[in-house]
């Protein structure tokens, strides 16, 4: 049956975006509070986690399932950032719609005939799609990469050739993250425990970005939850935590060998799906006892091998278990996929896949200690392990008072190694080295030119502003504004990011010197980044990164010759102003805005203990990730309901009860 069809503009998509931001801005930021959800089941959630706020929303709306479609991925990749996608993404639809209402810019090309207004809709659509894909790699990649760098501190510090991590300053990272997601009376002692658990974990400065990966992937193997204590019980255990209890424990001091299966070591009289037929009584009892010699035989061999710790994936016979206990062998069976990787992972071993036999046995690795232990009211087992790779293996404790109450906080924690991850990954953005060619075409400002390129008018906006060809480089001059709040430079550092970890607590950063320049080749519009070869780089919080990249975009929007890119610049750089002034307004004592900016673009009065410190790379995943669902949200223009059938809806009902009933 033919559903409802309706037509979709800005204005209704930030009407539907609108009533998230609605339910997100209460709890953004440190001041923020905390949203209190009923679930179907009865149960009560209380929490700030903006992923966890909106995937309990129950929404109707395309559009706002595709905006928490897309805000749930960039969560999977910073660990954080779901309010903030939402803010910005509703200033800039805002933008875009007083914009559109004042007749400024992203207007429909006058080359362009069409027929009716839907087709004129969509036409100019498409184009601001395009426009903010251009404007992602031809201005704001640009801007970041060369103008922001010299700001950005570097976690890193380099002493008569020895690289070192500034502890300060992941400290200062860490609490910036938990600030915005925990209750202030917790979020400094699960700060602590978080910095203090990533230096248990590596040895080496050189290490961390390896180590950060592993406790990302393999977080929930090395998590054990405690709901019923308080959160200070919360505590880090060297070496692995298993969960499962001993089904065979047999006392074994010193180091031992181990090993892993994945089958069950008592073979059956057949293979599955094979009939096995026997004449007699006597041939069964035979077969049986066959077996179970074997059995008896293999355990034997493992005693005689030094073996005194199976781990197993699957659940081991009854027979398997009798004769282990007999030959001093502990068995850990039903082990979970997850934490066998791990094992895997640390020993470098690989579970042997094939019923043990008398000829060949798998490879084992060393145990230094494996012994039962209780954590709260339940029984597991701590595996002490020589670890074959830089990361040292440590186990997290954390309690709860409540079940979500503890929930919380193991999302609120993975979700700070997923924005760790992020941290220590090189920072991409476009940077490329200018051609020498003397006709491509310099944006100046207009008192210094007065003629325009013909390339820039034309009906593509996505197509680079030069006269040869697309893979030629792009020159954009600017010159630093005279303007009053702009005057101050801070003193100039040395050639790298230095470390925000010095005593006073300011930044020292160096000011861009000369003109400003932007240079870049673009092949296509989001295309051809180039990776920094640093990683570890911070900024400021409290607002800081959008307010200065907005000064920078209004400064490039005076001088750019492209009426609708220089239009997408100043919209984009207004609306970058919703994070600081939602910062601003939580705040007990109010600070103005404009104050602000002037203290940023000086940098003196600017103080790290205050604004807290943010890694880059996950500022601009954010600005990524809101373009790239703006960009396909503008784009649409037409929303047709699909009526299912009772048929249908019958035969997913019946699906959901069998699945019930599993």
Not at 11 to 31: D, H, N, R, T, Y
Not at 292 to 308: A, C, F, G, S, V
Not at 333 to 357: A, F, H, Q, R, W
Request: one cysteine or more; charged letters at 20%; a neutral charge.
């Amino acid at each position: 049956m033919q559903g409802h069809k309706e037509h979709v503009d800005i204005g209704k998509i930030l009407q539907v975006a609108e009533s998230l931001e609605s339910i997100v801005s209460g709890c953004f930021g440190p001041e923020g509070g905390q949203v209190l959800f009923i679930k179907s089941t009865g149960d009560l959630l209380i929490t700030k986690d903006g992923r966890s706020i909106l995937e309990c929303l129950l929404l109707d709306h395309p559009v706002a399932r595709m905006v928490v479609s897309a805000a749930s991925r960039h969560y999977s990749i910073t660990g954080d950032g779901v309010k903030s996608f939402v803010l910005l993404l509703c200033a800039i639809l805002r933008e875009l719609q007083a914009t559109a209402d004042r007749n400024q810019g992203l207007l429909l090309s006058r080359k362009a005939t069409l027929k009716n207004q839907y087709q004129r809709q969509g036409h100019a659509s498409r184009r601001l799609s395009n426009i903010l894909l251009t404007f992602q790699s031809r201005v704001l990649d640009p801007i970041i990469a060369q103008h922001l760098r010299p700001h950005f501190i570097s976690v890193f510090s380099t002493t008569e050739g020895n690289i070192t991590l500034c502890r300060a300053s992941i400290q200062r990272t860490i609490d910036t993250y938990f600030r915005g997601r925990l209750g202030c009376n917790i979020h400094q002692f699960i700060s602590r425990l978080a910095c203090e658990y990533l230096y248990d974990c590596f040895l080496r400065a050189a290490d961390i970005p390896v180590v950060v990966g592993l406790v990302s992937k393999y977080f929930s193997s090395l998590l054990t939850e405690v709901p019923g204590l308080p959160v200070e019980n919360s505590r880090i255990l060297p070496a692995v935590i298993l969960h499962r209890a001993f089904t065979v424990y047999c006392p074994a001091e010193g180091e031992v060998r181990a090993l892993m299966v994945t089958e069950p070591i008592n073979q059956c009289l057949s293979e599955p799906d094979v009939a096995f037929l026997v004449s007699s009584d006597v041939q069964l009892q035979q077969s049986q006892l066959y077996l179970r010699q074997r059995t008896e035989n293999l355990l034997k061999l493992l005693q005689r091998k030094d073996i005194r710790i199976v781990f197993s994936s699957v659940k081991q016979h009854d027979i398997v278990l009798y004769y282990a206990k007999l030959s001093g062998i502990s068995i850990v069976d039903c082990l979970p996929s997850e934490e066998m990787d791990l094992l895997s992972m640390i020993t470098g071993v690989t579970p042997k896949s094939e019923p043990l036999n008398d000829f060949l046995l798998p490879e084992t690795f060393p145990v230094v200690s494996c012994k039962p232990i209780v954590i709260g009211n339940k029984k597991y087992v701590h595996l002490v392990l020589r670890s074959s790779l830089a990361f040292q293996p440590h186990s997290l404790v954390l309690c709860g008072p409540v079940k979500g109450f503890t929930e919380q906080l193991v999302s609120s924690f993975h979700g700070a190694f997923k924005m760790l991850t992020q941290l220590f990954q090189p920072f991409t953005a476009v940077e490329e080295q200018p051609a020498n060619n003397a006709d491509s075409c310099l944006l100046k400002r207009t008192e210094e030119q007065s003629g325009t390129c013909e390339r820039c008018q034309n009906d593509s906006v996505g197509a680079p502003c030069h006269p040869e060809n697309n893979d030629q480089a792009v020159h954009m001059h600017l010159t630093h504004s005279e303007e009053k709040d702009s005057a101050g430079a801070s003193r100039e550092g040395s050639a790298s990011p230095s470390c925000g970890c010095g005593d006073t607590g300011s930044i020292e950063r160096r000011r861009p010197q000369g003109p400003f320049i932007i240079q870049g080749s673009y092949s296509s519009a989001g295309t051809g980044s180039v990776p920094f070869a640093d990683v570890g780089l911070v900024f400021p919080g409290a607002g800081t990164f959008e307010l200065l990249l907005k000064d920078y975009l209004h400064k490039f929007a005076k001088i750019c010759q492209d009426a609708e890119l220089a239009s997408i610049c100043t919209v984009v750089g207004n609306a970058f102003l919703c994070i600081p002034r939602q910062i601003c307004k939580a705040k007990t004592r109010q600070i103005h805005l404009p104050q602000r900016t002037k203290e940023m673009l000086q940098l003196d009065s600017l103080h790290i203990a205050e604004t807290g410190l943010e890694p880059v790379s996950c500022k601009y995943q954010l600005l990524a990730s809101v373009l790239q669902c703006l960009s396909q949200l503008v784009a649409i223009n037409l929303i047709i309901g699909v009526k299912k059938s009772q048929s249908a809806e019958n035969e997913e009902t019946d699906e959901d009860k069998l699945e019930a009933d599993h």
